[in-house]
C-alpha cells in the first residue's frame, strides 16, 4: 500500500447503494481520533481518494450525507457519488465495494451549515442539482438543530426519476418533523407523478416552486442554499438578484448562499 498522504486517514467501506446507473453511495468507516473533535459540522465537506492503476493517490472533494456518526471508535461517514466516465476519482471509487479501502480527509471544511444562517430566518430552502443533496441530507439530520426554522424546503432536480435519491430517507425525515419539512423534486428529461419538470430558477422565476413547496419566498423570513451544478447555481443566483435577494457574506447578512459542485 502506498503511504497515505498527509491529513488522510485509511478508511474502510461499510455499505454501498447502487441507486442508478453511475450513481451511488459509499459509507466509510475510520478511526474517530484522527478527526478533531467535533469530526465535522453538518453541511460540511472532507475528501476522497484512491489508489489509481500508477499506484498514485487521486483525491477529490466531497460533501458527508450523514451528520457525525460515531460507532464505538469509528466515525461514519457516507458519500453520494456520481461516476464520470473519463473523470480521475470517480471511475476508480466506481468500482469500490464493500470491505474495500479508500483514504478519507480528516480536516473537513465548508461553511453551508445551520450556524451560518442568519438568525432572522424562519424558512430554510436547500436547492439541490444531483449529488448537490447530500449536504442538505445532512443537515436535516440533525433535526434538533433545525427546530429553530419555521419551515424547511427540500428542493432536488435531477434528469431521470431513477436519480431522486434517498426517498426512504427523506420520507422519513418528513414524519420526524412532523410537517415542517417539504420536499420539491424536480425531474427535466421525464414527466413524473408528483414532482415538477424544468429547472430550478425558471420555477423560481414563475412562482411554481413556491406553489409546489406551498410556502411562498420571502426576502424577510427567507434563506436559500444552492448546492450542485454550476448552470443551476448561476441561473438562480441570476434570478434571485433580479427579485431582490442578495448573496449572503459574513461582513454582510444576505438571503442566499451557494456551493459549486464542481
Known amino acids: 500500500m502506498q503511504e497515505i498522504p498527509l491529513g488522510f486517514v485509511a478508511g474502510t467501506i461499510i455499505k454501498r447503494i447502487d441507486w442508478a446507473e453511475h450513481l451511488f453511495s459509499l459509507r466509510v468507516q475510520a478511526p474517530s481520533s484522527a478527526f478533531p473533535t467535533p469530526a465535522y459540522v453538518a453541511g460540511q465537506f472532507s475528501k476522497l481518494g484512491a489508489l489509481n492503476e500508477q499506484n498514485e493517490w487521486v483525491r477529490r472533494a ?16 457516507e458519500f453520494l457519488v456520481i461516476e464520470i466516465p473519463d473523470g480521475k476519482l470517480t471511475p476508480l471509487l466506481g468500482h469500490k465495494h464493500v470491505g474495500d479501502e479508500v483514504i478519507v480527509g480528516t480536516l473537513p471544511a465548508g461553511f453551508m451549515t445551520i450556524n451560518e444562517v442568519p438568525q432572522a430566518t424562519q424558512d430554510l430552502w436547500m436547492l439541490s442539482t444531483g449529488t448537490g443533496i447530500g449536504p442538505f441530507l445532512a443537515l436535516l439530520e440533525d433535526i434538533e438543530a433545525c427546530q429553530r426554522f419555521e419551515h424547511l424546503v427540500l428542493v432536488h432536480a435531477v434528469r431521470t426519476q431513477e436519480e431522486l435519491v434517498y426517498k426512504d430517507a427523506i420520507i422519513a425525515l418528513m414524519k ?70 442578495k448573496k449572503h457574506l459574513r ?3 444576505g438571503q442566499f448562499s451557494f456551493e459549486n459542485y464542481w
Not at 63 to 71: A, D, Q
Open 62 to 77: 466531497y460533501s458527508m450525507v450523514n451528520k457525525p456518526c460515531l460507532n464505538g471508535d469509528n466515525l461514519e461517514l
Open 251 to 253: 461582513r454582510e447578512a
Open 176 to 245: 420526524a418533523y412532523q410537517g415542517k419539512l417539504r420536499y420539491v423534486p424536480i425531474v427535466s428529461r421525464e414527466v413524473v407523478s408528483g414532482a415538477l419538470n424544468g429547472r430550478i430558477p425558471q420555477h423560481i422565476q414563475a412562482g411554481t416552486l413556491e406553489k409546489a413547496a406551498h410556502l411562498p419566498l420571502s426576502q424577510q423570513h427567507s434563506f436559500l442554499y444552492l448546492c450542485g451544478n454550476p448552470n443551476m447555481i448561476r441561473d438562480t443566483r441570476d434570478v434571485l438578484q433580479q427579485l431582490g435577494y
